[in-house]
């Protein structure tokens, strides 16, 4: 299985569906694995797991025009990352609707990629890998507390470094074996403020790097999905949404996605999923393809 800096692993997936009440997940720092008593922790929070663990139902893609194909298939050939903002800003409803939101991301994304998802915070050290539902990614979530800034250029810039380290070096000392089992990567940031550092920097460092190696367009995507409607953080999105490729002259492989809370449907599924590494979705919306 690829990890999210390309990486072939073996194993099952970073929980234990199997066990609810023992839960094991990595850390991005190398520490052992750190377990947990999930419903003993939901008791003293004075919630229901049962409803507040229940389980998304993927959306069913419609095809498009009359046509047998399914838009999502394109998630086949990549690996999804996802990156969570767990700064304090994200305390109460927003930290709510993002873990709905990713489970539900989840169930959709983890039906196309046998690895399963990985899923990064901005702040806490835990990792969840090869997740493969939302009931992982909310297990997950219930050992996370917001907290802290919305250092996203740091967190976009440390996965992105060792994704891009180990594609070109296995490109330059293995271009028949290990490059070619390396996947695209995906990575959808969920996130209700505009980031503390500066993450177009490191998007267009990137950007700047992969078309010097020519790697494919579609090599590395990134989608930020706003959680909320604040003004602020929709307009940073946008920047990086529409300025970076017209202002830098580099290639355009970022997409930004409102999302109030709402019912995942076919159309908000693709336009997420896709709209980082597909241009036709990132400029028309998901009605380009479905």
């Known amino acids: 299985m690829l990890a999210a800096d390309g990486r072939r692993e073996s194993g099952d997936s970073g929980v234990d569906c ?3 009440q023992d839960i094991e997940f990595t850390t991005s720092t190398g520490e052992h694995p750190l ?4 419903e003993r922790r939901a008791h003293a929070q004075g919630r229901n797991t049962t409803t507040w663990d229940r389980v998304h139902t993927p959306v ?3 095809s498009r025009r009359g046509s047998k194909e399914d838009p999502l298939e394109m998630l086949r050939r990549y690996k999804t990352v996802m990156i969570v903002d767990d700064s304090s800003s994200m305390e109460g409803g927003s930290w709510v609707e993002a873990r709905e939101a990713l489970a539900g991301l989840a169930d959709a994304a983890a039906k196309y990629d046998q690895d399963g998802i990985d899923v990064h915070f901005l702040n806490d050290h835990r990792v969840g890998t090869n997740m493969k539902n939302g009931v992982e990614v909310k297990r997950l979530f219930d050992h996370v507390q917001p907290n802290g800034i919305t250092p996203t250029g740091e967190k976009l810039e440390e996965l992105l470094l060792a994704y891009m380290d180990r594609l070109e070096r296995a490109r330059e000392q293995d271009p028949e074996g290990e490059f070619k089992l390396i996947k695209p990567i995906n990575f959808i940031v969920i996130t209700d403020g505009a980031p503390t550092d500066d993450p177009e920097s490191v998007i267009v460092s990137i950007a700047r790097r992969l078309d010097v190696g020519h790697f494919p367009l579609m090599q590395v995507g990134i989608q930020f999905v706003q959680i909320g ?5 929709a307009e940073a999105l946008r920047e990086l949404d529409d300025g970076l490729a017209h202002q830098h002259g580099i290639r ?8 109030t809370g709402s019912e995942f449907n076919t159309e908000l599924l693709v336009k997420i999923l896709l ?6 979705v990132d400029r028309y919306g998901a009605a380009a393809v479905v």
């Not at 409607?229 to 953080?233: F, K, N, V």
């Not at 355009?252 to 999302?259: F, H, K, N, Q």
Request: net charge negative; charged share 30%.
């Open 60 to 62: 069913v893609v419609s």
């Open 275 to 280: 709209g980082g590494i597909n241009r036709r």
């Open 18 to 20: 199997d066990s609810p």
């Open 229 to 233: 409607t604040a003004e602020d953080t």
């Open 35 to 38: 377990r947990f008593d999930t």
């Open 252 to 259: 355009d492989m970022v997409d930004t996605t409102p999302y």
